[in-house]
């Protein structure tokens, strides 16, 4: 492989690890809150994606050339975009020295090489678009051709503006080839689609054994976490103009108001109402400031090496920003090597007393063996809410509820379809109606299910019968 495409995907794999990290908390609430789960499947289907198309972008602006004097009158053959499609054409013609052979038309011709991978280059966004978001033909070519002009434009302003000129040409050619990719991995992904599980199947199954997931309460925790340090911060540095010695009493002030109060009203944190999460009791009573007490004092001591952790990672980011303003990534990686050096982080390393090392490793030890306790528990049950008697109960995600209304929504106009009439009367084979068809009647009621906050099934559709309780 030639090294001017080497550079690029080990360019991506350096970067990938890092931007997985930083995706992942919106990732998994973007998944938690549409499909109510975070199944392996679509996890390993997003982040195949992203690691696919970080290497496409590098694809196309890496490597970035050095800046000099005479940069725009070296690339000057890239200033003016070139519109005239079928120019590959004459390209391949010309590298191949006007010889009609197998070698010099194709086999060592590099404008063969560079159209052939212009064309693989959208080949598994088509792929991704049929499989995972279950896009048409259509709507995958006009992604494909978004997606090649984002790429074109990118070279054409050299990256934005990040250089004076472009350093690449745009080629209508180019257009033209990447959509034709994105629509042969459209095609290509119809036998993948027969052969593969669909992701709801694989949702379905991770929901069956675990209707409320660890990951989904661990995510709203880390949000309530991360929204409780912003409150606190913030209230600290307004009141320490008024009060300079109130500011001690302010985290446990928020912490109070954002784990017991909050939920004592509403019924939730907000991390959880998030991820469409809701606190109930165990005894199907009402929630007490006792209880909450209780389970708040409980996740705060078993999330304290979390909450210290991101407390240091939020300074380290104030310190960072405070950084002179790089101009590309390489200068960035290059201030942070001078500003945490080897000699910093052995100066640090030595101003901590190995006192605190022994508490900050016992503590980080203790909460993970509280989230092993969680999730060894045949129910799935955290020591804190055996202990407070505090339940966390999981609302409909967003495709549940969808589903319902669009099964309520198509039983309605079968009905007006078939009387002309529209009728709030359920059709023939919705539920609480007799159908001709057993089997469709049995998928209707199967597409009409759904959960509701105390976990008892619920038909929509049709009168419903007394659904047992669930304790």
Known sequence: MPHAHLMPIKTAAAVFPLLALVLLL???????????????????????????????????????????????????????????????????????????????????????????????????????????????????????????????????SGVWGLYDCPYRLFDVDDLLTNTAGAAAGWLLAGPLTRVLPALETLDGRALAIRPVPFGRRLVALIVDLAGFLVVSGVAGEMLAYGDPGGEPWVPAGVFVLWFVVLPLRTGATPGKRLLLLRLEAADGGPLTPGALAVRAALLGTAALPLLAGMAVASAVLMAASSLPGPTQLTDLLGAVHQSVGTEAVTLAAVAIAPSEVLIALAAFFLALRYGLRTLRHPAGLAPHERVSGVRTTALPHTRAVGAVGTAGTRSSRLTADATGVPSSRPAAGAAGAPSPHPVRQARSDASSTTVTSGGAPTRTGGPQAPAPRVT
């Open 26 to 156: 919106p990732t998994a609430v973007v998944l938690y809150r549409r499909h109510g789960v975070m199944s392996q499947g679509r996890t390993l289907s997003l982040y195949a994606f992203l690691y696919y198309a970080l290497t496409a972008v590098c694809l196309t602006v890496v490597p970035l050339p050095r800046r000099t004097a005479d940069m725009c009158t070296r690339f000057s053959a890239f200033a003016r975009p070139q519109w005239t499609p079928g120019n590959t054409v004459a390209d391949i013609w010309k590298e191949a020295h006007h010889k009609v052979t197998p070698g010099a038309l194709v086999l060592q011709n590099p404008a063969v090489a560079g159209a052939l991978l212009n064309l693989l280059l959208l080949v598994p966004l088509g792929v991704f678009l049929r499989y995972h978001v279950r896009c048409g033909p259509r709507a995958t070519v006009a992604v494909g051709l978004a997606s090649s002009l984002f790429f074109e434009l990118t070279q054409w």
